[in-house]
């Protein structure tokens, strides 16, 4: 499988000059959660909903303008301010194994697709996740490609009180270089904080010292170790979240956690066996 059969196309792109209020419009419009920005018909960055929501908090500008001038003045306005560059992309023949293996190594999200140096697609992670749901119901996936959550998991990971503060979250996030963390939620089932959430916190000027409880998902969305792998991707694209917390029986015992990444890894193997003829990897 290469990358023009999964890539999203056509690629919605911005200028270096699109304001962020336009880029969270088309964010919103579309579902997208990167858009390629483009000058004389090259790639030239990416900018992501991580960028938009540590710089707005996903707040209009207007409302930033209301803090007054001082909040205003910090809070960039433009595509140029927060792009990611230089851009990893591919050609539209590059194997979808190589493009998995590529965002996990870079803990990227997802790869502009080129042809002749111009853009034609961009292949994401949901576009990944997309592509083994539909290839586990199809029944397109051999022995072992779809094994069971627990098989893939991260089995310990990191925990945090819902009492704890916002500064915490984020001191542990960056210390352990994860992005979610299990929030203990006592006598309810598992809570999940991710750097989303923190970003969309920080963009917003909430405070450090602010309660987590009042930024994480709690309950979390969850699934069981013995679920099949593609079942839960597809729990990920229907809930348009990046993990899930893996439980027992009993709904509240973490056993694990499975996030995007875990299941981009799987995904190298599986797209290495079933690569199409001809497809460079």
Do not use: N
């Not at 911005?14 to 964010?27: F, K, N």
């Not at 990416?46 to 710089?55: C, H, N, P, T, Y």
């Not at 001191?171 to 598992?190: A, F, M, N, Q, S």
């Amino acid at each position: 499988m290469h990358a023009a059969s999964i890539m999203t196309v056509p690629a919605v792109s911005i200028g270096l000059d699109t304001s962020l209020d336009r880029i969270q419009e088309l964010m919103d419009q579309h579902g997208f959660r990167h858009l390629p920005v483009v000058e004389d018909g090259q790639v030239v960055g990416i900018v992501s909903d991580r960028d938009v929501l540590g710089a707005t908090g996903w707040l209009a500008a207007r409302v930033h303008a209301c803090r007054g001038p001082v909040a205003a003045d910090a809070v960039p306005s433009k595509a140029r301010e927060i792009l990611h560059a230089p851009v990893l992309d591919v050609r539209d023949d590059e194997g979808v194994d190589r493009i998995c293996s590529l965002m996990v190594e870079r803990g990227i999200g997802c790869v502009p697709v080129t042809r002749g140096g111009r853009l034609v697609g961009i292949v994401t992670e949901v576009d990944v996740l997309r592509a083994l749901v539909v290839d586990g119901e199809c029944h397109r996936l051999g022995e072992g490609d779809d094994p069971t959550v627990g098989a893939v998991m991260s089995p310990r990971p990191f925990r945090i009180d819902c009492h704890a503060t916002l500064g915490d979250a984020e001191k542990l996030c960056h210390e352990k270089g994860v992005r979610h963390l299990v929030v203990d939620v006592p006598g309810d089932g598992p809570g999940i904080v991710s750097d989303r959430d923190l970003r969309r916190a920080a963009g917003r000027g909430r405070p450090h010292d602010a309660e987590l409880a009042e930024e994480m998902t709690a309950p979390a969305i969850t699934t069981r170790r013995d679920a099949p792998l593609s079942e839960a991707a597809a729990l990920l694209l229907e809930h348009h979240i990046s993990a899930l917390p893996v439980v027992g029986d009993d709904r509240e015992t973490v056993l694990g956690i499975l996030s995007v990444s875990d299941i981009l890894s799987h995904c190298v193997e599986v797209y290495r066996v079933h690569a199409d003829p001809g497809t460079s990897s």
